[in-house]
Every structure is written in C-alpha cells, then in structure tokens.
C-alpha cells in the first residue's frame, strides 16, 4: 500500500476521496477477476445515459457467489470506512461497472443523494471502486470534482473533473457527498471493470436491500463479520435495529436451524 488507512482517511475528509495503490491481494484479485469475468458475461449494456450504453453492470455481487467475501470485509478497508463514518457501518450495495471503449462521461452525481438529509450533514455514505483492469482516463477511469463533498449546491456539470488512474489492484474511496461519475473511454482505450462496494451507515436503509437479496439459509454460514455487515446487528445498545428484543443474527440463525430439523 502507498499510503497508511490513517492517511487515506484524512485525504477522503480533505478532498473527498483517496486512492490507495497495491490494496487488493493476488488472491483477492484473481478470485475476484475470474467471478466477474463469468457475470459480466450474463449481463447487458445500459440503456441510458447514467447506466452507459457502453457499460455493463451487475449488483447484489455479495447474493451470487463466495468470491468477493473477502474483500468486502477485508479489516484495512473497514477501518478507512469506520474512520470516514463512525464506528456503525454497514454494506450498501455491491457491483460490478464495466466501461467499454467509446462510452461518453456519466453525469456528475452524489452517491448520497438517494438519503433526503440537507446539506451539510456528516459524512454517511463511504464508496469504494477497486480497480480490476489498470483505470485509466483513456479507459474511462472514475471522474471526480475534488472538494465537493463540502460544497451544499450542486456542481455544473461542466465543473473540471480530475480522472482518477491507478493500477489494477487498487482502491478509490470517496465520500457519497463527492460529486463524481464513470469516465468517457476513448474508442482505442480498452475495457475497464470495477469492483464496486459501497458502505453507508448502520442507521440508514441500505441501498441495496440485504435482507431479501441474500436468503437467509445462505446468512447463516457466512462469517460473522459480513453477516453484520449485511444489517444483522443492533446499535445504541441493541435497541436499533434489534428483533424481539434480541440480536437479529441469534433470532435467524435459530430460525434456519428449526426449519432444517423440522420434519416437511
Ligand atoms: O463507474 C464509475 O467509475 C462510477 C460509476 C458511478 O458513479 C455510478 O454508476 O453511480
């Protein structure tokens, strides 16, 4: 890695985002390479303008297969997450963005604009895009405005975007507040697939809705820290977020458990 979580945090409160290079380990990144090269295959472009007519996307990546199990709860990425949000994290939603060659740039946005809060509001959203080919401007490396995650206006959508370019292998992280958007890539630029793990925290409603995305039979063997991750966990003492009074992993696990030994 290129820099420490404890600076990466402090770059993501200053200008909105952070790139740490050499993040992701040879496993994680052939594990996570061969899962989506098999989903990419399963999906089509976009069919507007903010999905990409030359851009394939797939989510719930965390419902479909084991491989990328260890980069979504990878404890160096939690710790920048936890620094940028406070301790009650959880996962939002999980993709796949793949750019192909003559995609034109996807109009600037804030990821946290999906939560109605006005404007300034600590920071609730944490994004994360892992470099799985080499992220280029050519290739329609991820577009941001640096210092925008403070501003309470919009931008112009004609603001000066810096093209974020790191090798594969690395992570951007930015704030949902960052405006920000998939790059233009260039007819000779070559493909571009990220791996897409957004975080928000663990007081809001999820993106992506964990609870029915991933059946419960599956929750109850994934590790426990991604079990917490996907909302099955209290806070502010086990009053939020609780079930029956009690931990929501305890009440599901026993539930799935009772339904395997009773007769059908
Ligand atoms: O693909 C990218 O680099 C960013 C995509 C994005 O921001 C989005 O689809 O919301």
């Known amino acids: 890695m290129n820099k420490t979580i404890d600076e990466a945090v402090r770059e993501v409160s200053r200008d909105g985002y952070t790139v740490i290079e050499d993040f992701l380990s040879e496993d994680q990144l052939r594990a996570s390479t061969e899962a989506l090269v098999k989903i990419e ?4 472009f976009g069919r507007d303008m903010f999905s990409g007519t030359r851009t394939k996307r797939s989510s719930n990546l965390v419902g479909m297969t084991r491989s990328f199990d260890s980069v979504v709860t990878d404890e160096r990425m939690l710790e920048l997450v936890r620094g940028v949000l406070g301790p009650d994290i959880q996962l939002s939603i999980s993709a796949m963005i793949k750019i192909f060659p003559g995609e034109s740039h996807q109009p600037l946005h804030q ?15 944490l994004n994360t ?3 799985i080919d080499d992220f280029t401007e050519a290739n329609g490396g991820t577009t941001l405005v640096p210092g925008s995650h403070v501003s309470t206006d919009p931008v112009n959508q004609e603001a000066e975007r810096v093209s974020v370019a790191m090798p594969r292998g690395s992570v951007l992280a930015w704030d949902g507040a960052t405006w920000h958007g998939g790059g233009a890539s260039q007819d000779d630029g070559g493909e571009r697939c990220g791996l897409n793990i957004n975080y928000n925290a663990g007081w809001l ?4 809705n964990q609870f029915v995305c991933i059946p419960q039979e599956v929750v109850v063997i994934l590790p426990k820290t991604l079990q917490r991750l996907l909302g099955y966990q209290t806070s502010f003492g086990g009053i939020l977020g609780s079930a029956h009074g009690r931990d929501p992993l305890d009440v599901v696990t026993d539930r799935v458990r009772s339904s395997i030994q009773e007769p059908q």
Do not use: C, I, N, T
């Open 41 to 44: 295959s399963q999906v089509e």
């Open 111 to 125: 990821d946290d604009g999906l939560w109605p809060a006005p404007r300034p509001h600590q920071p609730f959203v």
């Open 129 to 131: 895009m892992y470099a």
């Open 205 to 208: 409603k999820q993106q992506e």
